[in-house]
């Protein structure tokens, strides 16, 4: 693992010291003193993503964005982040292979969001270690991104509201706002109008896959004729699991299914071996089942495959 960023030397005894609290999926952000830095902290925080819980396209807006409605769920695939004040601002990442230039980076860019309203806000170095599949209909990126907004806000007192910092995510991305909420949430609007909502998923766990197929969010936006849903999301998740099958619906799944049915495939091997309920997440290619907890899973796939078994 490259080691570029001074902070970044911390990375492997942060991650293992918190490890068992990761499991459990906290939410941790936690600052050390850096040996080459004496009087600096460093910051560390955990970006966790989220899978969708039902998506509906509602309608095109005058500014080109879509109405949406959507549950967001935070589940506990985890990047790591750490910040650390310094002379010259700069972003490093380990881990998965991002391919996009670090100043184009999402999280180059939050911090620079806030730079522009902040001009006295210091130069810091950002190291990113990259777990999540990255274009997977995960949010990882939105996730990285508001995580940052929010480590800068605590770590240089900015004091920013939670509707501001809303307000800042939302101008890098419609998934954004829900993580700085980061609970589980009914979505509408672009994606920034969320309503807290319960969910009990204790009796169930989530198998979740990504074929590490690519697909291109504008391209699928395309594909789609917005509409109404027969009925709204709220009323569908407030009912038993076993009713989710054929009411809880993502548009997104007809033409990403037709266009790579690699990724319907993972949706009927997961119903064949014995979920609840299966759908894409996002506008894909990643999707998760919902098993019950004491389910004995051995599914066969591709090494390629990035899979992950969570328990809610």
């Keep these: 693992m490259r080691r570029s960023v001074q902070g970044s030397v911390l990375f492997s005894a942060i991650a293992s010291q918190f490890t068992l609290s990761l499991s459990k999926g906290h939410s941790l952000v936690r600052s050390y003193r850096h040996s080459a830095y004496p009087n600096n902290l460093l910051m560390v925080t955990f970006p966790n993503c989220k899978i969708n819980l039902g998506l509906s396209i ?25 910040i650390i004040s310094a002379d010259k601002t700069e972003l490093t990442v380990t881990g998965n292979e991002i391919d996009v230039k670090p100043e184009e980076n999402i999280c180059f860019k939050a911090y620079q969001l806030l730079k522009k309203d902040f001009p006295e806000l210091p130069a810091i170095k950002i190291h990113l270690h990259k777990t999540i ?68 998923l204790s009796a169930y766990k989530i198998l979740i896959i990504n074929p590490g197929i690519h697909i291109n969010t504008g391209w699928a936006f395309t594909q789609l004729t917005p509409t109404l849903p027969a009925k709204p999301i709220k009323e569908i998740i407030q009912q038993p699991v076993s009713t989710w099958k054929d009411k809880l619906k993502n548009d997104f799944e007809e033409p990403v299914f037709k266009k790579y049915p690699e990724i319907k495939s993972l949706k009927e091997t997961l119903y064949n071996n014995g979920a609840i309920y299966a759908a894409m997440s996002g506008s894909g290619s990643s999707v998760f089942g919902l098993f019950e907890k004491e389910k004995k899973m051995k599914i066969d796939f591709p090494g390629n495959y990035f899979t992950k078994e969570l328990f809610c």
């Design 133 to 200: 599949p990255s274009g997977a209909g995960l949010g990882g990126g939105s996730a990285d991104a508001s995580f940052i907004l929010k480590m800068l806000n605590d770590k240089f007192q900015l004091n920013l509201s939670t509707d501001q910092l809303i307000s800042y995510g939302l101008q890098l991305g419609s998934d954004c706002p829900f993580f700085i909420i980061n609970k589980p949430c009914l979505a509408t609007g672009r994606g920034e109008i969320l309503e807290e909502i319960k969910i009990d």
């Design 58 to 82: 509602t309608g095109k807006r005058p500014d080109g964005y879509h109405n949406l409605e959507t549950i967001f769920f935070p589940i506990t695939i985890k990047d790591v982040l750490e």
